[in-house]
Each structure stands twice: as C-alpha cells, then as structure tokens.
C-alpha cells in the first residue's frame, strides 16, 4: 500500500502560479513512476504530467506545456508540479499518482492516487 499526500491548491487568479507538491510512503520512492492527473467539473480525467523513475523522462498534455513543470527529488520522496501563467480552464481538482508497474505512467491508468488537491484559478 501507497500513501500519497497533496499539498499546494488553493486560488489564484488568472496569470498566477502555483506549486503542487506530493510526498509518498511505501517503496522507495525511485520505484515509483509519478504524475499528475487532473478532472475539472464536467470533463473527463486527464494526465497532465508525468514523469518517470529517475526523472530522466517527462510528458506534457498539449494545453500545459509551457506551462507547467514537473519534477521529482527523491532524496526527499516529492514529486512537484510548477504551474505558471494559469489560466481558468486549468481549475480542476489535481490528484498525485504513482505506478511501480512501468517506467512511465500511462494516461488513464495509475496504480496508486492521492486524495486531491482543488486548483481555482479566478478570471
């Protein structure tokens, strides 16, 4: 069993930043592929950010690249999502995941999940 906790969502207004981050417990945390996944009301859950074990690799969805950062230090077992130049449509609730099955997590599948943090980026 993996244990992953949020922190970092709260609201900021359009153009704004903020910073996710995700600490783990159970394996060793370089075990672990880690991402970001997101939902906004009425829309489908979607990968935003990945990032692999040794954070050699790292995967974007279209609409954030540029944008956000993801990044993982696993001396200290975080994985961080830096989010620059927010915009209203990037308000969701943001849900840190970790995949010990493969390298990289796969959009739509991920074996461990946080209890999410809500993100409200104001006009």
């Known amino acids: 069993q993996v244990q992953l906790v949020e922190s970092g969502g709260g609201l900021v207004q359009a153009g704004g930043s903020l910073r996710l981050s995700c600490g783990t417990s159970?394996?060793?945390?370089?075990?672990?592929?880690m991402g970001w996944f997101r939902q906004a009301p009425g829309k489908e859950r979607e990968l935003v950010a990945a990032?692999?074990?040794?954070?050699?690799?790292?995967q974007y969805v279209d609409s954030v690249k540029g944008r956000f950062t993801i990044s993982r230090d696993n001396a200290k077992s975080t994985v961080t999502l830096q989010m620059n130049s927010l915009k209203p449509e990037d308000t969701a609730v943001y849900y840190c995941t970790a995949d010990v099955r493969y390298n990289m997590v796969v959009a739509g599948t991920s074996e461990y999940w946080g209890q999410g943090t809500q993100v409200t980026v104001s006009s």
């Open positions: 990032i692999s074990r040794l954070g050699v690799s790292t």
């Open positions: 159970g394996r060793t945390f370089s075990s672990y592929a």
